[in-house]
């Protein structure tokens, strides 16, 4: 019976039905599986909006809902950088908001009303669904549709990827994987096919990628560089032509139409790639059709000729435009991709974000597991085969690959290819080893015979070697078995280990904080929330709120008020302001504080619950960022102790201990000890007996566990005193005030001021 | 029921409160006299004349236990005289901090100091003036005029003639009374002022005039022993707070005395004493010199007037703002006019002001009022979006300060409102460049379709398709 069963199993045209219905099954099973893996933190805690941008883009969504797309679109909002105001309409990647009220319409249109709040939070599972199924046809594209599977199966869980989908990570990333895999596979699909439909389809997915995340760059450029590479092998055709030229043309002009790229594709030098390969095709399309109408040894010089021209005058054109400013020089950003120490020298804001900072070599057997082995075993498989589209995968594993080491945010990027790559290879290792059948033995003659034709086919292509070896089969039942259940082993741990990293590490909000209390159960601590509501419901309307940027976002989402700096961090000087305010004296910072109209001032400390992600611990970013705009008036130098070590307790410098952030930090903190046992529970020092002292701040409100502590600012006083002397007076110390008129006051000789 | 009751019990409290409410004051009527039974006999004609204009007057010893100027943490007085006393430390609810609080409650002060160089000027006075910049000078000085003194037969010429306050032109005067051209008689030490600028003199003293120390001096004044002199020796300073609350004191209190009310000066009869008393109690007690701002409007060219009071503007579009200004004085409210020399400014402010332009006066104001001046500016908003502020900040001696603000927002052009490209006579080239590719297009699209292929043509077309 087993060869009967074999050959039932093995024939493709009595299975084809079921095959189809199975791989239907799977597929909705694997949208099933990553759907649900996201879920953790609503069950764990709520359906609630994660971390820091996330909120921003609640909020946008809930104004586009509220005012309707025209509104949007010309957004002008007020209750951000005050008093500067945000063109937000203008710039944001509307991609997600849209998505997301489009998605809030259809479902009233159908009569099922649903909170905007649940279809953001449930935004990024869903998409992971349609991305599974994205990777399933790129890798279909690849190999088959039984790697098509694995690979859509891995990126449905790939903890790489869940980083940035769990359930309320509401960021442009939530969609933007999805779009990008797409568009990969409309673009293979293309460049398979040579059809300008499929390059067309391809343009109008990358159009949609624009809107939905400053990422797009990345395909802005791979496609480019898969179209040079296919040149450069010599491997260009009409095909070819065809799908760039359509995807380009169509792709750009399509891409100009959101506000916030505009005119950037064609005046940046991020944009410039694309431009130059598009042009390189014309070239290289006319070379050949003139290769058709020429002679080979006229052809050969002309072509020469062509080449030096071009080549001169492109370059020296886009350096001409650079030199005058027509084409935008690469951005800061774009820098720090290059040099990872770029950015902390030129531009610590960039750097101050901890997702910028480069990838540590653990995070990627922890984002990644058993895939991040696989992945150069499917890059092989790659040259193995080495069709255009294979061409496609090393392009992008050796860019992502080597972006995901600079930046740990651009792991993602680096995700789905590792996991098509890894699903090729356990895919490729399936096929061989999953065979019922064992191969009949080749005879010596067949073997000489398959040697001669391989000899002569490495000769007549000139492919690669590797490529060219003849496929045997596995004859032994315990190989077989031993490495189908060593992999089995493996799989199962991935997706072990899989659920253990969503659950553990990237599901929690951030906004809620989740601790175990001594006997095991779980204690929620919502710092954040109460303080946010109590902005909300006890300060004016019209108050601004003063914090580092990180809560900008949160406070504008979450209390409603107007803030100075948000994660939008687009005027690096009015951060450094905020910077300045925080790093000087009292004397300095008030006069900042009035001027922008400051009411509240928000920070975080965690010296009482040992929160390690607090202000102090931040502190240092907002001098640098400060220093990098007032290098006169604050100096990092300053905070640190003669030793070079940052300080907090009786040894910190007096810069430090008069800093505004520090007073803030630290106002009353003594009070919960015991005299002199004051003790930060995150830097683990002892704190000087004697607290700071505020004289142009009141304390307004400290949370449960003291992480937010909201101060109010003090108008200015009523009598025309300064602070200093105010506070003096009122806390007993009658002092008259130190001017030659108080000497005389009180009795004492000399000569006295004028008054003028 | 218990609603009822409780409103019956309202509306009696109300009719209770009518009589209080009918002050004249702004702040209100209540005023603390803190005056000790041997000095009150010296200032009868001041509390009459102080009744007379409806003040309700409770008079207390510095001494008395039960005196408190709060009670349930609101201001128990909306006025306070405090009269020169025996004492060195008041009771224990007038310490300068009660004092102060009262201010910042708004309630208003009016200290006389005594004039007697012997007299004693308690330690929370001296506190107070001591946190207003105000200082007073130690026991045992006074001013002497010999170039004018009131009686020259007098040893010591301290007491003299001053004139009633003048002001520059661009300040606002309160202080002359009926007749200008009269004098004053004043006694006592004079203040001096710091460089506080909530502190303004009211009246200073004669050029010659000096203040110095009787007891360690009296024969010989040099630089150490002289406190101060000529017009930096102030007699009378009014301090008006931030917000509002008006402190003034007298640096002798004979100023205010019946003695002196009556005496004769030089040709006049009367000496202008009490004029001057009024003036000083009713700017003080804020009778005169509050300008209240009855209504701001602006309106942007885009909506036009019709839409008053918005909170989005457009860049790069004009907007009219007006303001309407009165002024009280003693029962009523009559238009206010800034002084011929001043000028009321409007300040249009993102971290700096944009613009600081005059504000003048309307002849055609939007709406009408009857008794306000109404004052208007119109400009164009700068190319640059984001929160501005109207701001009239207008803060002059012995008017009230005025300082309002409204943020609006200044948004940039919708992406509908700018000029479309067939606007713009440079874009035309482009265009046609568009429309001559897309009719070009068809056109050989036509003629490709419509054209007979020749053979020799689609042998070529087939090579070309194997490369």
Known sequence: MAPAQASFFKDPASTQNIRGILRVVILLTIAAASISSRLFSVIRFESIIHEFDPWFNFRATKYLVKHGFFEFWNWFDDRTWYPLGRVTGGTLYPGLMVTSGAIWHALRMISLPVDIRNICVLLAPGFSGLTAFATYLFTKEMKDSSAGLLAAAFMGIAPGYISRSVAGSYDNEAIAIFLLMFTFYLWIKAAKLGSAMWGGLCALFYFYMVSAWGGYVFITNLIPLHVFVLILMGRYSGRIYVAYSSWYALGTLASMQVPFVGFLPVRTSEHMAPLGIFGLIQLVAFVDYLRGHVSSKQFNTLLRAIVVVITIVSFSGLVLLTVTNVIAPWSGRFYSLWDTAYAKIHIPIIASVSEHQPTAWPSFFFDLNFLIWLFPAGVYLCFRQLRDEHVFVIVYSVMASYFSGVMVRLMLTLTPIVCVSAAMTVSSILDAYLELDTPEEPDEAEIKKAKKSKDASVTATGGFLSSKAPYIGIYSITSKVSVIASFSVYLVLFVLHCTWVTSNAYSSPSVVLASRMPDGSQHIIDDFREAYYWLRKNTAEDAKVMSWWDYGYQIGGMADRTTLVDNNTWNNTHIATVGKAMASGEAVSYEILRKHEVDYVLIIFGGLLGYSGDDINKFLWMVRIAEGVWPNEVQERKFFTARGEYKIDADATDTMKNSLMYKMSYYNYQSLFPPGQATDRVRGAKLPAEGPVLNTLDEAFTTENWIVRIYKVKDLDTFGRDHFSARAFESGKKKARKTGLGNRATGKKGRRNVRV | ?467
């Open chain 2, 1 to 467: 029921m218990a609603r009822l009751r409780l409103r019956s019990l309202l509306t009696a409290l109300l009719a209770s409160m009518v009589p209080l409410s009918q002050s004249l004051s702004l702040t209100g009527s209540r005023t603390l006299l803190v005056l000790e039974e041997d000095t009150k006999g010296e200032f009868q004609t001041l509390i009459s004349d102080l009744e007379a204009r409806g003040f309700q007057l409770d008079i207390r010893s510095a001494k008395a236990e039960s005196l408190d100027l709060f009670q349930h943490e609101e201001r128990a007085y909306d006025n306070i005289i405090v009269f020169p006393t025996k004492l060195k430390g008041l009771g224990p609810n007038l310490q300068s901090t009660s004092f102060l609080k009262h201010a910042s409650h708004g309630g208003n002060l009016l200290i006389l100091l005594p004039s007697s160089p012997d007299g004693v000027v308690p330690t929370a006075m001296n506190e107070l003036a001591g946190q207003l910049d105000i200082f007073i000078p130690p026991k045992g000085f006074s001013i002497v005029n010999h170039f004018d003194p009131a009686n020259p037969a007098e040893a010591d010429h301290t007491t003299f003639f001053v004139d009633l306050p003048s002001f520059p032109p661009h300040t606002k005067n309160y202080f002359t009374g009926d007749d200008p051209a009269a004098k004053l008689l004043y006694r006592g030490a004079g203040l001096v002022l710091g460089n506080s600028p909530l502190a303004q003199p009211i009246l200073t003293a004669p050029q010659y005039a000096y203040s110095y120390d009787t007891k360690e001096a009296a024969d010989y004044a040099d630089d150490e022993s002289v406190f101060s002199a000529g017009s930096q020796l102030t007699l009378v300073a009014g301090v008006q707070t931030r917000n509002n609350a008006r402190i003034t004191f007298v640096g002798g209190a004979d100023l205010f005395a019946d003695a002196s009310f009556t005496k004769a000066v030089k040709d006049k009869p009367a000496s202008a004493n009490r004029a001057f008393a009024k003036d000083v109690t009713a700017w003080t007690f804020k009778e005169t010199g509050v300008v209240r701002v009855d209504t701001i409007e602006h309106w942007g060219e885009e909506l036009g007037p019709a839409v008053v009071n918005g909170e989005v503007y457009r860049i790069k579009s004009d907007v009219t703002f007006s303001i309407a200004l009165s002024e009280y004085s003693y029962d009523h409210f009559t238009p206010y006019t800034v002084p011929e020399t001043d000028a009321l400014q409007l300040e249009f402010t993102m971290l700096d002001p944009y613009y600081r332009i005059p504000l003048l006066p309307a002849t055609t104001p939007l709406s009408t009022h009857k008794n306000s001046t109404v004052y208007t500016a119109t400009f164009r908003t700068p190319d640059q979006h984001g929160v501005f502020t109207f701001t009239v900040n207008y803060k002059r001696p012995f008017v009230s300060n005025l300082l309002e603000k409204q943020a609006v927002t200044v948004r940039h052009f919708a992406h509908n409102e700018w000029t479309r490209s067939w606007g713009i006579s440079g874009s035309w080239p482009w265009i046609g460049g568009v429309w001559v590719v897309v009719v070009g297009w068809i056109a050989f699209v036509g003629v490709w379709l419509w054209s007979k292929p020749v053979a020799g043509a689609a042998a070529g077309g087939k090579s070309k398709k194997k490369q």
